[in-house]
Each structure stands twice: as structure tokens, then as C-alpha cells.
């Protein structure tokens, strides 16, 4: 996980513009999964000087209409798209991608599954492992991290109301529900994940997705302020929202995917993001992006 000692600056909106934002990749750069009509939802992960990014890749024409993608960047600021590494039986999306104990995992959610993958060649050669969870509901969009020597897992349900899950193996299925689910409830603005839960120091952020005018019109960020398997609390920061729609091109309808990498002290972060153009279009829908964020002065 792209975790920052104490000390290092949060990354927010207090400090950058969502404009600063760069498209580095779109429906047009991938190759090989016929006329696609978005890609969107990017997760990165950086190993031995080589940036990986993970993203879901949308053809409504193909069965399955969304795979995941893989591209490679030397610096995570131009990017070469590589393939497709994940295809299953049905639509997936927001693959968050992390290693553990020297091992890769991967979970691209389906429906009410949230699905565990590890890598058995990485980045190209994903086996599913499990389920950590399979509920009633559609769990969009979760979130694993390890914090405070505990596995949490954090979903939604009906995009406003906050699930948490943990375990102490990563690899278990059927992970235990929080004493108190939904842990947040009606909260529209910031139910959803929208981002890779981010660890600075000993302190826990949530990035959620804000969904009260459109699906996916900003980002904003939350402090874990009380975590346990049966307590909960959160709140807003400062410089929250993260991320919202601006100007009159390839985000000026939304951005909803935020993935944060320190890049060591006095750097700040380097971040995945993606934009919506024109939600009521199919033409040129989610493009993917990258933008630093420099630390405070």
C-alpha cells in the first residue's frame, strides 16, 4: 500500500487543482478488446521502478462488456497500454490492487460478491482465491486495507450507506461484519468508495465518491477518527472535496476514482484519476488521467 510516514502532507484539494490534471489514457488506446467506449477507474501499483496501472475497459458490444486493462509507465506520467489480464464471465470494474507478504492481490468486484484475486504471474496472470464477502446487496466499489494489525474491507449499500467488514487473514472468506452496519446511513455525499483508503502516519482516510447531483461528481475525503469492530466514526477534512468536475473537456461532467502514491519526503503524491465528459454520451465517456500533488508549502 502507498502509505506516508507521520508528518507527510495529506493529499487533497488544498493544495492542487483538479485542472492540473493530465489524460494519459483513453477509450482509443486500447487494442485489443475491440471499439471501446471508456476506460475508467485506475489503480496503480509501483515496484522496482516500473509504474503499473490497472483500469476497467468498457465495450457495451462484447460479452463480457468490461474487462480489466493493464498499462506501464517508466515515471506514472506517460503511459503505454499493454492488454487485457482479467476477463470473467460478467462485467468488472475498480480493480484496487496491492501486495502482501510478497504476494499480489487484486479485487475486481462483481455484483454482491467482492471477489479476492492473487496473482499467479504478475502483472498478467490473476487466480480467483475467494470471497472475503457475499451478501444481499450490490457492494460497488470496495476497499481493502490493513490498519492497526487488523484486514478491513469497505463497501457500500445503495451508494449511501457505509458497510465495513474485517478479518485478521486476508486470504478467509466470509469476512465478519462490523457490530454496527451500516456503519453511516443516507449519506448520498459519501457512501460510496471512490478511491484506495490511504494510511499517513497512524492516521486512516477514506476517499468517497459524491454522488448527490450525478454518479460520480467529485471525491471527497474523510478521516477515520474511531475504528473498531464495533465502533465507527469519521469526518470530513479540510481541502475535501478532493476532486469535482471543471472546465469544458474530458472532466467537465464528473471525476469519481482517486488512487494517491507517495512519492517519498518533500515529493508529495502522484495520482490516478479519471473524468466523464458527458454522462448522457457514449462518445469519449471516462478518461483516465494523472495529477501531483505537491506537498504543502
Not at 483508503?197 to 468517497?208: E, M, N, S
Not at 473537456?249 to 476514482?257: I, K, R, S
Amino acid at each position: 500500500m502507498p502509505h506516508a510516514p507521520h508528518g507527510a502532507t495529506l493529499p487533497t484539494g488544498t493544495n492542487f487543482h483538479p485542472s492540473d490534471a493530465t489524460p494519459v489514457l483513453r477509450a482509443s488506446d486500447v487494442t485489443d478488446y475491440g471499439a471501446v467506449d471508456y476506460v475508467a477507474d485506475p489503480f496503480m501499483f509501483v515496484e522496482e521502478g516500473t509504474w503499473h496501472m490497472f483500469f476497467e475497459i468498457v465495450n457495451e458490444n462484447r460479452r463480457p462488456d468490461a474487462p480489466i486493462g493493464h498499462a506501464t509507465s517508466s515515471d506514472g506520467l506517460h503511459w503505454t497500454y499493454n492488454q487485457v489480464v482479467l476477463t470473467k464471465r460478467y462485467h468488472t470494474s475498480f480493480p484496487l490492487v496491492w501486495k502482501y507478504q510478497n504476494e499480489y492481490y487484486m479485487c475486481p468486484p462483481t455484483g454482491k460478491k467482492v471477489e479476492l484475486y492473487k496473482a499467479q504471474r504478475f502483472p498478467t496472470d490473476w487466480t480467483h482465491i475467494g470471497n472475503a464477502i457475499d451478501v444481499e446487496y450490490y457492494s460497488h466499489d470496495p476497499t481493502f486495507v490493513r490498519y492497526k494489525g487488523r484486514w478491513w474491507l469497505f463497501t457500500e449499500r445503495g451508494n449511501e450507506n457505509v458497510m465495513v467488514y474485517h478479518s485478521t487473514d486476508l486470504e478467509r472468506e466470509g469476512w465478519i461484519p462490523h457490530e454496527g452496519n451500516p456503519v453511516v446511513t443516507d449519506r448520498l455525499q459519501a457512501g460510496r468508495q471512490g478511491g484506495r483508503p490511504t494510511v499517513v502516519g497512524d492516521r486512516l482516510f477514506l476517499y468517497f465518491q459524491d454522488s448527490v447531483e450525478n454518479y460520480g461528481d467529485r471525491i471527497r475525503c474523510y478521516e477515520v477518527t474511531d475504528l473498531s469492530p464495533s465502533t465507527y466514526a469519521d469526518q470530513e477534512v479540510s481541502g475535501s472535496p478532493v476532486l469535482h468536475e471543471f472546465g469544458s473537456d474530458w472532466a467537465n461532467d464528473g471525476m469519481h476514482t482517486f488512487d494517491p502514491w507517495w512519492l517519498g519526503p518533500g515529493k508529495g503524491w502522484r495520482c490516478a484519476v479519471d473524468g466523464v465528459r458527458a454522462q448522457e454520451s457514449s462518445e469519449d465517456l471516462w478518461t483516465i488521467g494523472i495529477v501531483d500533488i505537491p506537498p504543502s508549502t
